[in-house]
Each structure stands twice: as structure tokens, then as C-alpha cells.
């Protein structure tokens, strides 16, 4: 059983389309997170969701919406698609009080 | 800003051999020191963390040391094998940061058998 999914795991988009990454976790943690890491490895917290609610927010562009149906899922919505928005985007999840944090496999999303 | 700097950035190591890679910090802040492993293709899986109330921590071949005053913490990995082969991520994060991560740069390990 997979602890945190996403889908879907590949992305191929034209600049200016609208697309959504998924995340889904079922490891009972009440804590979600989206990671950008771009085309030199770099990982970059994007948002943090804790029972819902947002709790961290990276000064990412407006045009990136995360969405929290309840404690499981934690969705990436991402609007008017860059160029540079090109990257693997990672979902992570933890157990509030807890550091430790698990990551999806990964969803690479390229824009052309 | 750069919060933490990892090296080196590419590593080449020996089947047997002691691979070990470095980073250091700048918020004293930090209270977690994890380190993750990623496979090409897969996400960054915890490998093995640290606190500062302790220098050392072992867990089988991979050992973290940790150096308070001098803000600075390396993996070292005893034994290294092929299958160790991966990218390395140091990371830290504060109690009140609500679990956001810092990530170092990373680094490429490649064992030799």
C-alpha cells in the first residue's frame, strides 16, 4: 500500500492551460505539504496544510491554489501554466507534533 | 537565502569505502536535522535525523554527526555499496516553523563496486 500517492505522475501542458496535481495520504497524519523541486534538485516547501488549513505559504505565485478537502487529500491547482513552472512537484504529510515527514513519489510537470 | 549548505556536491566513492557529506547551518533555530535519500524517479525518503541534544546518531551503516557550536552536521555512511547510489538531502527545520523543511543543495553519490 502506498503511504502518500499522487497523480498523476507525469504532466506534459502547453503554456497557459490550467492543471491539477493530486495527493492523498493514508497514513492517518493530519499534516500536508507541496514541494517544488526544480531542474537542479533543489527542494523548496510550497505550502503546508494542517487539518485543512493553510499554514504555510512560500510566496508562491497566485496562480498556484492548493486545495484541502479534508485531512487526506491535499490538491495543487496551478492556473496560466509558465514556462518556469516546469519542475517535479513533491506531497509530503506528517503527524502534527511530529517532524517527520513522508514524501509522494512525485509528479513531473513540463510546460512548453 | 541560503539557510543551509551542503558539500560537496557530487561524490564518488568505492564499494567499502566512507562516504560523508557535509552541512552547515545559519538559524540557530533549527531543532531537526534530517537527512533524505532519492532514488532517480522517486521521492526523497527519510533516511535518518538528529536533535541537537545529542553529536552522534547510528542507525546500521548511515551515522549523522552533529556539531552545535560550530553549526555544522555530516552523514556518514560506513561501508558504502552500490545500491547506496542515490542523492543526499540535508534539511532542517525549527519547532515553530510548522514543519516547513530547509533543504541543502543535495549531493550525488555514486558507489563503484
Known amino acids: 500500500d502506498t503511504a502518500v500517492s499522487q497523480t498523476p505522475k507525469y504532466l506534459v501542458t502547453q503554456m497557459g492551460n490550467d492543471k491539477s496535481i493530486k495527493c492523498e495520504q493514508n497514513?492517518?497524519?493530519?499534516?500536508m505539504y507541496w514541494y517544488k523541486q526544480d531542474s537542479k534538485k533543489f527542494l523548496k516547501i510550497m505550502f503546508s496544510?494542517?487539518?485543512?488549513?493553510?499554514?504555510i505559504n512560500e510566496t508562491v505565485p497566485n496562480r498556484f491554489s492548493p486545495k484541502s478537502p479534508d485531512k487526506a487529500h491535499l490538491n495543487l491547482h496551478i492556473n496560466s501554466l509558465e514556462l518556469g513552472d516546469s519542475a517535479v512537484y513533491f506531497c509530503a504529510s506528517s503527524l502534527s507534533g511530529s517532524d517527520e515527514q513522508y514524501f509522494g513519489p512525485g509528479t513531473r510537470l513540463t510546460v512548453t | 537565502q541560503q539557510q543551509v549548505k551542503q558539500s560537496p556536491q557530487s561524490l564518488i566513492v568505492q564499494k567499502g569505502g566512507i562516504s560523508i557529506i557535509n552541512c552547515a547551518y545559519e538559524n540557530t533555530a533549527f531543532d531537526y536535522f534530517p537527512w533524505y535519500q532519492q532514488f532517480p524517479g522517486k521521492g526523497p525518503a527519510l533516511l535518518i535525523a538528529i536533535r541537537p541534544d545529542v553529536s552522534e546518531k547510528k542507525e546500521g551503516r548511515f551515522t549523522i554527526s552533529f556539531n552545535k557550536s560550530a553549526k555544522q552536521f555530516s552523514l556518514h555512511i560506513m561501508d558504502s555499496q552500490p545500491g547506496d547510489s542515490a542523492t543526499y538531502f540535508c534539511?532542517?527545520?525549527?519547532?515553530?516553523?510548522?514543519?516547513?523543511?530547509?533543504f541543502g543543495q543535495g549531493t550525488i553519490l555514486t558507489v563503484h563496486p
Open positions: 497514513l492517518g497524519h493530519d499534516t
Open positions: 496544510y494542517n487539518n485543512k488549513e493553510l499554514i
Open positions: 534539511a532542517a527545520t525549527a519547532g515553530t516553523s510548522y514543519g516547513k523543511l530547509t
